[in-house]
Nanobody, 126 residues
Framework: QVQLVESGGGLVQAGGSLRLSCAASGRTFSSYGMGWFRQAPGKEREFVAAISWSDLNTYYADSVKDRFTISRDNAKNTVSLQMNSLKPEDTAVYYC???????????????????WGQGTQVTVSS
């Protein structure tokens, strides 16, 4: 069982930056693939970024590539999302998610994540 708690959301002007963090419980954090998703009002939850557990490969949605960076610190059981050059269309609730242990597969689909945080609101004003 993994519990995830996000933090770092808030209100920022377009062009600004925010850093989201996700703290995970459990002693085997390093064996979980981790991802960030977001959901805007009236829209489906969509993939933002992910980082694998084994080789630390990273994956990004085209809409955030070159602006967002995902990273993890296995010693601290945390995964972070650095968001730069924010746009109003980045406004959403951002969710941290974890796969099953030793996951091997597609990181883009939300169906492949077993554990979810409660989310943190990010609002980008124009």
């Amino acid at each position: 069982q993994v519990q995830l708690v996000e933090s770092g959301g808030g209100l920022v002007q377009a062009g600004g930056s925010l850093r989201l963090s996700c703290a995970a419980s459990g002693r085997t954090f390093s064996s979980y693939g981790m991802g960030w998703f977001r959901q805007a009002p009236g829209k489906e939850r969509e993939f933002v970024a992910a980082i694998s557990w084994s080789d630390l490969n990273t994956y990004y949605a085209d809409s955030v590539k070159d602006r967002f960076t995902i990273s993890r610190d296995n010693a601290k059981n945390t995964v972070s999302l650095q968001m730069n050059s924010l746009k109003p269309e980045d406004t959403a609730v951002y969710y941290c998610a974890a796969t099953i242990p030793a996951y091997s597969g597609d990181y883009y689909s939300r169906a492949n994540y077993r554990y979810w945080g409660q989310g943190t609101q990010v609002t980008v004003s124009s």
